[in-house]
């Protein structure tokens, strides 16, 4: 059985744009993909870190624990051994709290790959590879999240080109949602489930050549 960590945000825990619910396992796309990889024959095992909110290297000032490199190498540790790790971080970056342009939030991803690669696990265990997945842009923000996200659409250009050049020269493997999927017309930040199934059909032939 192989293990693969995905270490994301709301986009990836499922959460129903203009709501505070959450799209069943099957309809979210890492379950999406796990049961496709299933399905092929594969005994894979995707397993769900993803935390509303969280950031790559910032603290949200009204929730705690959402500094994304908050036991991020315990994490590692707890799930070891990995045979890949999926990151898919950035949006929450770009909140209003924060005045972080596209380079700043591709240096904290940065800093998540480095915490990954130095996390103590047991010796003969395998440093996991990493699969970068730029986050869709953000829209303009609409619904209960417009005071949240009011400029992201603004501060976060130019996100993939600057993940994609960390990817680069870290080592890691990359793939930009946003060529798949959109964000939610309706808070303009979110994944409807329609592009939910549309990011689990692009991942799983690539999550399928690096097990």
């Given at each position: 059985m192989q293990h693969v960590l995905v270490y994301a945000d709301s986009l990836s825990w499922g959460i129903v744009p203009g709501t505070r619910q959450r799209l069943p396992f099957g309809q979210r796309w890492p379950g999406a993909m796990e049961l496709a990889l299933l399905e092929q024959g594969r005994e894979v095992r995707v397993i769900e870190d993803c935390?509303?909110?969280?950031?790559?290297?910032?603290?949200?000032?009204?929730?705690?624990?959402?500094?994304?490199?908050?036991?991020?190498?315990?994490?590692?540790?707890?799930h070891s051994p990995l045979a890949l790790v999926v990151l898919m971080l950035g949006t929450n970056d770009f909140q209003s709290s924060h005045q972080n342009s596209a380079w700043h939030s591709s240096q904290g991803l940065a800093a998540i790959v480095a915490a990954i690669r130095q996390a103590p696990i047991e010796p003969g265990m395998p440093v996991p590879p990493i699969l970068v997945?730029?986050?869709?842009?953000?829209?303009?923000?609409?619904?209960?999240?417009?005071?949240?996200?009011?400029?992201?659409?603004?501060?976060?250009?130019?996100?993939?080109?600057?993940?994609?050049?960390?990817?680069?020269?870290?080592?890691?493997?990359?793939?930009?949602?946003?060529?798949?999927?959109?964000?939610?017309?309706?808070?303009?930040?979110?994944?409807?489930?329609?592009?939910?199934?549309?990011?689990?059909?692009?991942?799983?032939?690539?999550?399928?050549?690096?097990?």
């Open positions: 935390l509303n909110g969280r950031r790559t290297v910032w603290d949200d000032p009204f929730k705690p624990g959402r500094n994304g490199l908050q036991g991020l190498a315990q994490r590692i540790e707890i997945v730029a986050p869709p842009p953000i829209t303009v923000a609409h619904g209960p999240v417009t005071p949240k996200f009011e400029g992201g659409d603004l501060r976060c250009v130019g996100m993939a080109a600057a993940l994609e050049e960390v990817a680069r020269t870290m080592d890691c493997h990359f793939l930009d949602a946003g060529q798949v999927v959109t964000a939610s017309p309706v808070d303009g930040v979110h994944l409807d489930a329609d592009q939910h199934a549309r990011l689990a059909q692009a991942l799983t032939p690539v999550v399928a050549r690096l097990l």
